[in-house]
Protein backbone atom coordinates (compact mmCIF):
# COMPACT_ATOMS: atom_id res chain seq x y z
CA UNK A 1 0.00 0.00 0.00
CA UNK A 2 1.30 3.62 -0.65
CA UNK A 3 2.25 5.35 2.15
CA UNK A 4 1.45 8.48 0.65
CA UNK A 5 -0.78 9.22 -2.18
CA UNK A 6 -1.28 13.02 -3.85
CA UNK A 7 -3.97 11.93 -6.55
CA UNK A 8 -3.55 15.35 -8.37
CA UNK A 9 -1.04 14.56 -10.98
CA UNK A 10 -1.41 18.76 -12.15
CA UNK A 11 -3.53 21.30 -11.28
CA UNK A 12 -3.71 24.80 -12.88
CA UNK A 13 -4.93 27.98 -10.39
CA UNK A 14 -5.42 31.51 -11.22
CA UNK A 15 -3.06 33.83 -10.68
CA UNK A 16 -4.29 35.59 -6.70
CA UNK A 17 -6.80 32.36 -6.13
CA UNK A 18 -6.46 29.88 -3.42
CA UNK A 19 -5.75 26.52 -4.16
CA UNK A 20 -5.68 23.20 -2.30
CA UNK A 21 -3.21 20.11 -2.96
CA UNK A 22 -4.53 16.90 -2.00
CA UNK A 23 -2.26 14.34 0.79
CA UNK A 24 -3.40 11.40 1.97
CA UNK A 25 -1.28 9.31 4.46
CA UNK A 26 -1.08 5.42 5.77
CA UNK A 27 0.76 4.61 8.97
CA UNK A 28 0.07 2.85 12.18
CA UNK A 29 2.60 4.96 13.40
CA UNK A 30 1.27 6.86 16.36
CA UNK A 31 3.77 9.19 16.13
CA UNK A 32 4.92 10.84 12.98
CA UNK A 33 5.24 14.28 10.79
CA UNK A 34 3.88 15.36 7.20
CA UNK A 35 6.21 17.43 5.65
CA UNK A 36 5.45 19.46 2.06
CA UNK A 37 8.23 20.20 0.04
CA UNK A 38 8.11 22.44 -3.49
CA UNK A 39 10.46 21.73 -6.46
CA UNK A 40 10.47 24.50 -8.70
CA UNK A 41 12.23 23.72 -12.31
CA UNK A 42 15.16 24.08 -11.86
CA UNK A 43 15.18 21.30 -9.80
CA UNK A 44 16.07 21.87 -5.58
CA UNK A 45 13.94 21.13 -2.88
CA UNK A 46 12.39 23.31 -1.02
CA UNK A 47 11.26 22.94 2.54
CA UNK A 48 7.84 24.72 2.90
CA UNK A 49 5.61 23.24 6.09
CA UNK A 50 5.45 20.96 9.06
CA UNK A 51 2.90 19.25 11.13
CA UNK A 52 3.27 16.75 13.50
CA UNK A 53 0.88 13.95 14.55
CA UNK A 54 0.07 15.40 18.13
CA UNK A 55 0.23 18.88 16.94
CA UNK A 56 -3.48 19.96 18.11
CA UNK A 57 -3.43 22.94 15.75
CA UNK A 58 -3.00 23.51 11.83
CA UNK A 59 0.00 24.22 10.65
CA UNK A 60 0.29 27.94 9.01
CA UNK A 61 3.75 29.60 7.30
CA UNK A 62 2.74 32.39 5.16
CA UNK A 63 0.58 31.79 2.17
CA UNK A 64 0.51 28.16 3.42
CA UNK A 65 -1.44 26.29 5.32
CA UNK A 66 -1.53 22.41 6.23
CA UNK A 67 -4.83 21.17 6.61
CA UNK A 68 -4.45 18.27 8.89
CA UNK A 69 -7.60 15.77 9.17
CA UNK A 70 -6.15 13.46 11.83
CA UNK A 71 -9.01 10.96 11.47
CA UNK A 72 -9.30 11.48 7.73
CA UNK A 73 -5.40 10.29 7.50
CA UNK A 74 -5.09 13.82 5.08
CA UNK A 75 -2.49 16.46 5.04
CA UNK A 76 -3.41 18.83 2.78
CA UNK A 77 -1.59 21.72 1.38
CA UNK A 78 -3.24 24.98 0.84
CA UNK A 79 -1.69 27.68 -0.90
CA UNK A 80 -3.57 31.13 -0.63
CA UNK A 81 -2.73 34.07 -3.25
CA UNK A 82 -0.95 31.93 -5.80
CA UNK A 83 1.51 33.81 -7.18
CA UNK A 84 3.32 33.01 -10.53
CA UNK A 85 6.45 31.90 -9.08
CA UNK A 86 4.54 29.07 -7.38
CA UNK A 87 4.22 26.96 -10.26
CA UNK A 88 6.37 23.93 -9.36
CA UNK A 89 5.88 20.27 -8.11
CA UNK A 90 4.87 19.69 -4.82
CA UNK A 91 5.61 16.61 -2.77
CA UNK A 92 4.10 15.52 0.40
CA UNK A 93 6.03 13.45 2.64
CA UNK A 94 5.55 11.60 5.78
CA UNK A 95 8.04 10.88 8.86
CA UNK A 96 7.85 7.75 10.75
CA UNK A 97 8.71 7.80 14.28
CA UNK A 98 8.84 4.46 15.16
CA UNK A 99 9.24 2.28 11.78
CA UNK A 100 12.78 5.16 11.05
CA UNK A 101 11.45 5.68 7.71
CA UNK A 102 10.58 8.73 5.42
CA UNK A 103 8.65 8.60 2.29
CA UNK A 104 7.30 11.04 -0.36
CA UNK A 105 4.31 10.98 -2.94
CA UNK A 106 4.41 11.10 -6.00
CA UNK A 107 4.01 14.66 -6.59
CA UNK A 108 1.41 17.35 -7.93
CA UNK A 109 2.32 20.06 -10.14
CA UNK A 110 1.16 22.76 -10.02
CA UNK A 111 0.36 25.65 -12.84
CA UNK A 112 -0.84 29.10 -11.97
CA UNK A 113 -2.03 30.55 -14.56
CA UNK A 114 -1.75 34.89 -14.86
CA UNK B 1 29.28 28.70 2.02
CA UNK B 2 27.65 26.91 4.11
CA UNK B 3 24.85 24.33 3.39
CA UNK B 4 24.91 21.40 1.86
CA UNK B 5 26.32 19.94 -1.61
CA UNK B 6 26.63 16.90 -3.67
CA UNK B 7 29.33 16.12 -6.69
CA UNK B 8 29.20 15.34 -9.18
CA UNK B 9 26.06 17.36 -10.68
CA UNK B 10 25.96 15.24 -13.42
CA UNK B 11 27.80 12.10 -14.50
CA UNK B 12 27.35 9.31 -17.39
CA UNK B 13 29.06 5.90 -16.25
CA UNK B 14 28.58 2.41 -18.03
CA UNK B 15 26.51 -1.11 -16.90
CA UNK B 16 28.59 -2.87 -14.54
CA UNK B 17 30.85 0.30 -13.35
CA UNK B 18 31.24 1.21 -9.09
CA UNK B 19 29.97 5.13 -9.02
CA UNK B 20 30.29 7.35 -6.27
CA UNK B 21 28.01 10.43 -5.49
CA UNK B 22 29.40 13.19 -3.12
CA UNK B 23 27.66 14.69 0.35
CA UNK B 24 29.34 17.27 2.05
CA UNK B 25 27.09 19.45 5.05
CA UNK B 26 28.79 22.58 6.68
CA UNK B 27 25.64 22.07 9.45
CA UNK B 28 27.15 19.28 11.45
CA UNK B 29 23.28 17.95 11.15
CA UNK B 30 23.56 14.09 13.37
CA UNK B 31 21.09 12.50 10.14
CA UNK B 32 21.81 12.83 6.46
CA UNK B 33 20.23 10.74 4.17
CA UNK B 34 20.14 9.83 0.20
CA UNK B 35 16.91 9.57 -2.12
CA UNK B 36 16.56 8.79 -5.39
CA UNK B 37 13.99 10.49 -7.82
CA UNK B 38 11.89 8.94 -10.66
CA UNK B 39 9.24 9.80 -12.88
CA UNK B 40 6.12 8.19 -11.40
CA UNK B 41 7.83 7.42 -7.35
CA UNK B 42 8.79 10.61 -6.23
CA UNK B 43 11.19 10.47 -3.81
CA UNK B 44 12.26 7.21 -2.35
CA UNK B 45 14.83 6.75 0.31
CA UNK B 46 18.15 4.84 -0.51
CA UNK B 47 20.30 4.44 3.09
CA UNK B 48 20.12 7.39 6.31
CA UNK B 49 22.59 7.95 8.84
CA UNK B 50 22.50 9.24 12.11
CA UNK B 51 25.94 9.87 13.30
CA UNK B 52 29.09 8.94 12.42
CA UNK B 53 29.79 5.15 11.44
CA UNK B 54 25.56 5.02 12.21
CA UNK B 55 23.63 3.96 8.67
CA UNK B 56 20.51 2.16 8.05
CA UNK B 57 18.27 1.18 4.81
CA UNK B 58 15.55 3.03 3.43
CA UNK B 59 12.84 1.73 1.13
CA UNK B 60 15.51 1.07 -2.03
CA UNK B 61 19.01 0.44 -0.54
CA UNK B 62 19.52 -2.77 -2.75
CA UNK B 63 22.69 -1.78 -4.96
CA UNK B 64 23.81 0.55 -2.98
CA UNK B 65 26.36 1.35 -0.04
CA UNK B 66 27.30 3.92 2.34
CA UNK B 67 29.48 5.12 4.46
CA UNK B 68 30.03 7.91 6.99
CA UNK B 69 33.48 8.15 8.58
CA UNK B 70 32.85 12.10 9.28
CA UNK B 71 29.77 14.12 10.10
CA UNK B 72 29.78 16.08 7.16
CA UNK B 73 30.40 13.30 4.39
CA UNK B 74 27.83 10.45 3.28
CA UNK B 75 29.15 9.47 0.13
CA UNK B 76 26.91 7.12 -1.49
CA UNK B 77 28.70 4.23 -3.89
CA UNK B 78 26.65 2.25 -6.74
CA UNK B 79 28.73 -0.98 -6.70
CA UNK B 80 27.84 -2.12 -10.00
CA UNK B 81 25.49 0.30 -11.70
CA UNK B 82 22.79 -0.75 -13.42
CA UNK B 83 20.50 0.72 -16.32
CA UNK B 84 18.04 1.03 -13.37
CA UNK B 85 20.10 3.07 -11.33
CA UNK B 86 19.47 6.21 -13.95
CA UNK B 87 18.19 8.78 -11.57
CA UNK B 88 18.48 12.06 -9.84
CA UNK B 89 20.41 11.73 -6.74
CA UNK B 90 19.13 14.28 -3.47
CA UNK B 91 21.79 14.14 -0.49
CA UNK B 92 19.47 15.59 2.15
CA UNK B 93 20.49 16.78 5.97
CA UNK B 94 18.89 17.73 9.27
CA UNK B 95 20.01 18.44 13.17
CA UNK B 96 17.56 15.40 13.99
CA UNK B 97 14.62 12.59 13.20
CA UNK B 98 12.35 14.68 13.35
CA UNK B 99 13.86 17.71 11.81
CA UNK B 100 12.95 19.44 8.35
CA UNK B 101 15.54 17.74 6.16
CA UNK B 102 17.43 20.35 4.13
CA UNK B 103 18.26 19.18 0.58
CA UNK B 104 21.36 19.27 -2.12
CA UNK B 105 20.90 20.56 -5.41
CA UNK B 106 21.13 17.24 -6.59
CA UNK B 107 23.17 14.52 -8.66
CA UNK B 108 21.75 13.35 -12.43
CA UNK B 109 23.38 10.13 -12.93
CA UNK B 110 23.04 7.96 -16.07
CA UNK B 111 23.87 4.66 -16.67
CA UNK B 112 23.92 3.51 -20.73
Known amino acids: AQKITQTQPGMFVQEKEAVTLDCTYDTSDPSYGLFWYKQPSSGEMIFLIYQGSYDQQNATEGRYSLNFQKARKSANLVISASQLGDSAMYFCAMREVTGNQFYFGTGTSLTVIP | DAGITQSPRYKITETGRQVTLMCHQT?????MFWYRQDLGHGLRLIYY???????DKGEVSDGYVVSRSKTENFPLTLESATRSQTSVYFCASSPGWADTQYFGPGTRLTVL
Open chain 2, 49 to 55: SAAADIT
Open chain 2, 27 to 31: WSHSY
